[in-house]
């Protein structure tokens, strides 16, 4: 098991290094095997540095598609970060009320909290205007 773990991490910390993640195709192949190593907390990194590089170009669609085919981590923290991103994401389409229900859902991580408040606060200020 320790020898298995070892080799996920190396691996991760090889599509990190080659910023494999910013390549759409190389993500959804590992996204698509993610079933078999979803039991390592290294292995939501490329998935989601993938889908945070996406929402920072503004691919909205294509860092959301990421992101929905993540299966939930054990880490709260890791929970909390795809809620934020998620919560970013709909702000940013304007989609203020969905934006809240995954801002509502981060619940571990004040500093991911105040984060998100930004954009969800912009997104229902640019709606009343």
Partial sequence: ???ERNERNAIVDIFIK?????DKEKIYS????????K?????Y???MLSANYLFELNALDDSLKILNNIS???????????????SKIFANKRMCNQSLQFFQKINSYNSVMLDTKLYLKKCLKEKKA
């Fill in 72 to 86: 939930k981590p054990n880490s709260d923290l890791l929970n909390d970060i795809i809620f934020s991103l998620k």
């Fill in 45 to 47: 990194l490329p998935p």
């Fill in 1 to 3: 098991m320790e020898n």
């Fill in 30 to 37: 590992f996204v698509a095997e993610f079933d078999k190593i």
């Fill in 18 to 22: 080659k910023k494999a993640y910013e």
């Fill in 39 to 43: 039991d390592y907390n290294s292995s």
